[in-house]
């Protein structure tokens, strides 16, 4: 304890203040490391409820007993316990999905229920059940849906209902295809009822749109890909920029052509009608006397005989005829364009420097065969496909300058904010406890020097010999024994005698304690000067 108050009193004001400095320092670092050791480990349970459901679920929590936090709309609990609190409160229901489904229904009775009544209520709970159905996809956290049904009036054909849902993401945006499935979902669930009449609404960026120019961007953003993908491994990443313009059909294209060809007929039917008559005409004789007579014959008359026939045919034939109706939906490709520039090779010009030149006019042909391969070129479309090679600004060993980026491109905005708080952190230190401590560690090794004991001792010796007593009157606190100046300690008489300087030196290497408080003082007392 001794050594330590002489040691605090031998030190300056500034040096007292950075000792206490970085003392405080330390135990609180000591004290904030065991409170983080000794704290309970939190996790996260439920995030983004509401009110009324994280209401509930705190309820549940405390009657289990298990230490809880809220932190905004997040609900935290012991690590160790969480697994088990989920499946705790699944089992009790918990979060609810806040729309009822077709629970709803099993309160009706038939007594004092009307028709309209049922019907509101069997809407209420067709959206629950849909918006339950939505709640499954892990990427949506709440979902609401509306059902627009158009009441019936009798033997009137009804007409086709819409709806539209709302829904709450992790933070994450729907895209197209996504919202497209939500369509046919409710489309699916609700009779009679078109999936483009259901509109996709989030809460955080609007409706989210299913349209043709959705479906455009994502197709050249695909072709774009493909054509990348394939040359990067020759001209190297970076090296190629790819750029199209794709021109679909956006509009729905109904036609109906019906032809008769007059050279291909098919019998449909045949008649055949057969007609014979036959006819006798005769016509008696003249009458006579022989005739009156009883045994008379009469005269014989004349006679005619007249016999027809005739033979019909009747057949039926029918024209050909064509009948064709087509569809043209949206989407297919009206034209495209598209434009490649590839960097230059490395070379060198006239006067030896490095360069880039441009590829050659074989390797680009090469590469246009294979660009048209890969976007399904169609020249009787009107396709347009155009590759040049030019010398970009900068070339790396990756690709350009500007399509590397630097360390801090690459960092996240997170990994910058901790970087920094480091930084701060440890400039902080050095500061408020290592620059004071290295400042006393350099006077000190400064000390020595002072003395410059390694002459013959024909320099700086009355100074050092003078200092002894100075240092005893400025510091009474320093018991250092005084060195005697006396001539018999010393004799320079003959060349028996011995050295002073090798003496003090002998000195300081038995008493070096006392030597570093007798040079401490010293300065103490140049710096209070």
Same mark, same amino acid.
């Given at each position: 304890?001794?050594?330590?108050?002489?040691?605090?009193?031998?030190?300056?004001?500034?040096?007292?203040?950075?000792?206490?400095?970085?003392?405080?320092?330390?135990?609180?670092?000591?004290?904030?490391?065991?409170?983080?050791?000794?704290? *309970?480990?939190?996790?996260?349970?439920?995030?983004?409820?509401? $009110?009324?459901?994280?209401?509930?679920?705190?309820?549940?929590?405390?009657? %289990?007993?298990?230490?809880?936090? @809220?932190?905004?709309?997040?609900?935290? &609990?012991?690590?160790?316990?969480?697994?088990?609190?989920?499946?705790?409160?699944?089992?009790?229901?918990?979060?609810?999905?806040?729309?009822? $489904?077709?629970?709803?229904?099993?309160?009706?009775?038939?007594? $004092?229920?009307?028709?309209?009544?049922? #019907?509101?209520?069997?809407?209420?709970?067709?959206?629950?059940?849909?918006?339950?159905?939505?709640?499954?996809?892990?990427?949506?956290?709440?979902?609401?849906?509306?059902?627009?049904?158009?009441?019936?009036?009798?033997?009137?054909?009804?007409?086709?209902?819409?709806?539209?849902?709302?829904?709450? *993401?992790?933070?994450?945006?729907? #895209?197209?295809?996504?919202?497209?499935?939500?369509?046919? /979902? @409710?489309?699916?669930?609700?009779?009679?009822?078109?999936?483009?009449? &259901?509109?996709?609404?989030?809460?955080?960026?609007?409706? &989210?749109? *299913?349209?043709?120019?959705?479906?455009?961007?994502?197709?050249?953003?695909?072709?774009?890909?493909? &054509?990348?993908?394939? /040359?990067?491994?020759?001209?190297?990443?970076?090296?190629?920029?790819?750029?199209?313009?794709?021109?679909?059909?956006?509009? %729905?294209?109904?036609?109906?052509?019906?032809?008769?060809?007059?050279?291909?007929?098919?019998?449909?039917?045949?008649?055949?009608?057969?007609?014979?008559?036959?006819?006798?005409?005769?016509?008696?004789?003249?009458?006579?006397?022989?005739?009156?007579?009883?045994?008379?014959?009469?005269?014989?008359?004349?006679?005619?005989?007249?016999?027809?026939?005739?033979?019909?045919?009747?057949?039926?034939?029918?024209?050909?005829?064509?009948?064709?109706?087509?569809?043209?939906?949206?989407?297919?490709?009206?034209?495209?364009?598209?434009?490649?520039?590839?960097?230059?090779?490395?070379?060198?010009?006239?006067?030896?420097?490095?360069?880039?030149?441009?590829?050659?006019?074989?390797?680009?042909?090469?590469?246009?065969?294979?660009?048209?391969?890969?976007?399904?070129?169609?020249?009787?479309?009107?396709?347009?496909? %155009?590759?040049?090679?030019?010398?970009? =600004?900068?070339?790396?060993?990756?690709?350009?300058?500007?399509?590397?980026?630097?360390?801090?491109?690459?960092?996240?905005?997170?990994?910058?904010?901790?970087?920094?708080?480091?930084?701060?952190?440890? /400039?902080?230190?050095?500061?408020?406890? !290592?620059?004071?401590?290295?400042?006393?560690?350099?006077?000190?090794?400064?000390?020595?020097?002072?003395?410059?004991?390694?002459?013959?001792?024909?320099?700086?010796?009355?100074?050092? !010999?003078?200092?002894?007593?100075?240092?005893?009157?400025? #510091?009474?606190?320093?018991? /250092?024994?005084?060195?005697?100046?006396?001539?018999?300690?010393?004799?320079? =008489?003959?060349? %028996?005698?011995?050295?002073?300087?090798?003496?003090?030196?002998?000195?300081?290497?038995?008493?070096?304690?006392?030597?570093?408080?007798?040079?401490? $003082?010293?300065?103490?007392?140049?710096?209070?000067?």
């Amino acid at each position: 304890m001794q050594k330590l108050a002489d040691y605090w009193k031998d030190r300056t004001a500034g040096q007292k203040q950075a000792l206490v400095a970085a003392f405080m320092v330390t135990f609180l670092g000591i004290a904030a490391f065991a409170w983080l050791g000794n704290r *309970t480990s939190m996790a996260l349970l439920y995030s983004g409820l509401d $009110g009324a459901q994280a209401g509930e679920v705190m309820a549940a929590l405390d009657k %289990t007993g298990v230490a809880s936090e @809220i932190r905004g709309d997040a609900i935290w &609990v012991d690590a160790a316990q969480r697994d088990r609190l989920r499946m705790t409160l699944a089992g009790e229901g918990l979060p609810a999905a806040g729309s009822a $489904g077709y629970e709803l229904l099993d309160g009706m009775s038939g007594f $004092g229920t009307t028709s309209q009544m049922f #019907d509101a209520a069997y809407w209420r709970a067709k959206e629950g059940e849909l918006a339950r159905t939505i709640l499954a996809v892990p990427q949506i956290r709440s979902a609401r849906v509306h059902i627009a049904v158009p009441p019936s009036r009798g033997y009137r054909r009804s007409e086709a209902g819409s709806a539209s849902v709302t829904v709450v *993401t992790d933070g994450s945006a729907l #895209d197209a295809r996504q919202a497209r499935s939500l369509q046919f /979902l @409710i489309a699916s669930g609700v009779p009679g009822m078109d999936a483009d009449r &259901v509109k996709v609404i989030d809460s955080a960026r609007g409706v &989210v749109s *299913t349209g043709d120019e959705i479906a455009s961007a994502d197709r050249a953003a695909e072709i774009k890909r493909n &054509v990348e993908r394939i /040359l990067e491994p020759h001209v190297g990443p970076g090296n190629a920029i790819v750029e199209l313009n794709l021109d679909l059909v956006t509009e %729905t294209e109904q036609m109906t052509e019906q032809r008769f060809d007059p050279r291909e007929r098919a019998l449909i039917s045949q008649e055949n009608e057969e007609t014979s008559d036959q006819s006798t005409n005769s016509d008696p004789g003249a009458v006579t006397a022989a005739s009156n007579l009883p045994e008379g014959q009469p005269a014989a008359g004349e006679q005619s005989k007249t016999a027809s026939s005739e033979t019909r045919q009747r057949q039926n034939y029918e024209v050909s005829k064509v009948t064709r109706e087509i569809v043209r939906q949206p989407g297919a490709t009206r034209r495209l364009t598209v434009a490649v520039l590839v960097n230059g090779t490395a070379g060198a010009s006239s006067d030896g420097t490095p360069t880039l030149v441009p590829r050659g006019e074989a390797e680009l042909e090469s590469l246009r065969e294979l660009v048209a391969s890969a976007v399904g070129f169609d020249e009787s479309r009107g396709d347009v496909i %155009t590759v040049k090679s030019l010398p970009f =600004a900068a070339l790396g060993e990756g690709g350009t300058a500007a399509s590397q980026g630097g360390l801090i491109d690459r960092l996240a905005l997170n990994d910058l904010a901790r970087l920094a708080l480091v930084g701060l952190f440890a /400039l902080a230190l050095a500061m408020l406890v !290592l620059r004071p401590i290295l400042k006393a560690r350099a006077q000190a090794g400064a000390a020595p020097a002072m003395l410059d004991i390694s002459g013959p001792g024909t320099g700086p010796m009355p100074a050092m !010999l003078a200092a002894p007593q100075a240092a005893a009157a400025g #510091d009474s606190g320093l018991a /250092l024994p005084a060195l005697s100046m006396n001539m018999p300690d010393f004799d320079f =008489a003959g060349p %028996t005698v011995a050295d002073p300087v090798a003496r003090l030196r002998e000195l300081m290497r038995e008493r070096h304690d006392d030597s570093l408080r007798v040079l401490s $003082g010293w300065i103490e007392q140049k710096e209070n000067a």
